[in-house]
Structure formats: structure tokens, C-alpha cells
């Protein structure tokens, strides 16, 4: 199974997280792609049977530059073929201010629903005021992660 992985952050956190996971996925006999500087011809081209959105959350709930063109991207064009694939969320924040945390998970969320991607985890939050292992902390959800996708 081919996964991509979708990443923002703003100061590496989420991309340690991401290219944690991705570790996490091959080793578990996944195919994945990750780069941050992925463009929406280079999922597409990859092929996705699902999809990780790993992101952070900046300012009042909004997601990092280096994600916002591709978000907008996908969103522009809602690829057809990627309704009905699993997927799922990592969000990063911190939970001091309140209403928007993991605002930017929380986005990718919305726009995993409006291409029909099916959720098979709740969103993961990862709190910064509480850790300091994010990398860790996601283990055991992502353990979860890889049984829902051979489900």
C-alpha cells in the first residue's frame, strides 16, 4: 500500500513527526511519500492508497506557509480520485490558546471530509505545552494507524 504523507510546520516538529511516521509506515512494509515541497502532480503521480496529513498549527488557527499552496491546490481541484481512500491527522499546537488548537489539523480534517477521504483514526493532538517527545508520543497511534490500513 502507497501512502502520502502531507506535511506543514512551521518549526520542524511536524516534520520530524512526518518523516517519523514515515519510518514507522515503511518498516511496517509501506510504500510512503514525503516531502515537504511536494506540488498536488507529485501525489498524484506517487499514486496514494491513503493518505497522513501531519501538520502544525500557526497564528490564529491556520496552517504553515510551506503547506498553504498545496492545500489551496487540492482544495482548487478536489482530485476525484482519492474520495472513498483511508486517511488520517496529526495535528500539533498547543492547547494555551484554547479554540485553535490544532486549528491547522483541524483544516486538513475539513478537507479530508470534502474529498471523501475516509477518516480511520481520530485526529492525533499533539500538545506542545505537554511534550516534549512528540516524535515518541505519536508511536502508539501510529501503531494503531498501520493496523486500521491493513484492516
Known amino acids: 500500500m502507497k501512502v502520502a504523507i502531507i ?3 512551521v518549526y520542524g516538529t511536524a516534520e520530524e513527526v512526518a518523516r517519523h511516521a514515515a519510518n514507522i509506515l515503511n518498516a511496517a512494509g509501506f510504500e510512503t511519500l514525503h516531502n515537504p515541497r511536494a506540488s498536488l502532480a507529485d ?3 506517487f499514486a496514494p492508497h491513503a493518505l497522513l496529513a501531519v ?3 500557526t497564528g490564529m488557527g491556520e496552517l504553515p ?3 498553504q499552496p498545496l ?3 487540492i482544495r482548487d481541484q478536489l482530485p ?3 474520495r472513498g481512500l483511508p486517511g488520517a491527522v496529526i495535528g500539533l499546537g498547543d ?3 484554547g479554540d485553535t488548537f490544532c486549528g491547522g489539523g483541524e483544516l486538513m480534517r475539513e478537507l479530508f471530509g470534502e474529498l471523501g477521504i475516509r477518516e480511520v483514526l481520530p485526529m492525533l493532538r499533539l500538545d506542545a505545552s505537554e511534550s516534549v ?3 515518541a508520543d505519536a508511536e502508539p497511534w501510529l501503531a494503531e494507524l498501520v493496523s486500521a490500513l491493513r484492516g
Open 133 to 135: 517527545t512528540p516524535e
Open 43 to 45: 501525489i498524484q503521480a
Open 65 to 67: 506557509d510551506n503547506l
Open 71 to 73: 492545500y489551496f491546490s
Open 80 to 82: 476525484a480520485q482519492w
Open 95 to 97: 492547547a494555551s490558546y
Open 55 to 57: 501538520t502544525s498549527t
Open 7 to 9: 506535511s506543514g510546520s
